[in-house]
């Protein structure tokens, strides 16, 4: 069965650290999501991309987070100068189309602390 | 920022009984996801809700989408410690998905 796939497990960085996040998603989906979930606390949507361009994103999603498909499998998230704050899971999804009964489908996570 | 709030936020019951849990909003969606996590993974999908006033059955769970497609409620029958979990919804809008916080519901033998 297909999935979505997330590199590392978990990741562990230094302060002011760039870190970059890595997923592949199903193959022929098209809308990619990256959402966080801090230790306990809610699933939180940074940033929606389609067609190789972000679509939407939230306020979370500031300047030091960037999004990129650089070769047409990977979709990454990259955090510039990493915060503590940044400590979270991060979660990749995928879906065929932004569509009223279309499901996203969500890889294992990232768990990212930094220190 | 569309806000989904979910109610209770912890629910503790006893194997058998039934419980229901909200997820409201002040937004219309296009559709409405429930989502089911357990501890360090992604959440999985259970069902969407499109047209407002939609139920739908998964087995003991019944879903059900508000007249204005701004609130949706899940019910669960006679609860078994294997329904143990975080129940997310998710609002469908244009371009995003946006989850609430989550309802973490236990179930005792």
């Known amino acids: 069965e297909p999935e979505v796939t997330q590199t590392p497990s978990h990741q562990v960085t230094q302060m002011g650290q760039e870190v970059i996040l890595r997923c592949v998603p199903i193959?022929?989906?098209?809308?990619f999501y990256w959402y966080r979930q801090i230790l306990g606390q809610k699933v939180e949507f940074l940033v929606s991309?389609?067609?190789?361009?972000?679509?939407?994103k939230s306020e979370i999603f500031d300047d030091q987070f960037s999004v990129e498909r650089p070769d047409g499998s990977n979709f990454t998230l990259k955090i510039r100068s990493t915060k503590l704050e940044d400590s979270a899971m991060y979660f990749c999804?995928?879906?065929?189309?932004?569509?009223?009964?279309?499901?996203?489908?969500f890889g294992q996570g990232t768990r990212l602390t930094v220190v | 920022t569309q806000l989904l709030e979910q109610s209770p936020q912890f629910l503790s019951i006893q194997e058998g009984e039934n419980l229901t849990v909200y997820c409201n909003s002040s937004?219309?969606?296009?559709?409405l996801q429930w989502y089911r996590q357990e501890p360090g993974e992604g959440p999985v999908l259970l069902v969407t809700?499109?047209?407002?006033?939609e139920v739908k059955k998964l087995k003991r769970l019944t879903f059900q989408f508000g007249d204005a497609r701004k609130d949706s409620s899940l019910h669960i029958t006679a609860a078994q410690p294997g329904d143990t979990g975080l129940y997310l919804c998710?609002?469908?809008?244009?371009?995003?998905?946006?989850f609430g916080a989550g309802t973490r519901l236990t179930v005792k033998p």
């Open positions: 193959s022929n989906h098209l809308y």
């Open positions: 991309f389609y067609n190789n361009e972000i679509s939407e």
């Open positions: 998710a609002g469908v809008g244009n371009n995003d998905m946006r």
């Open positions: 937004s219309v969606f296009s559709s």
């Open positions: 999804a995928s879906s065929p189309l932004v569509r009223k009964n279309t499901e996203a489908f």
């Open positions: 809700v499109v047209t407002g006033g």
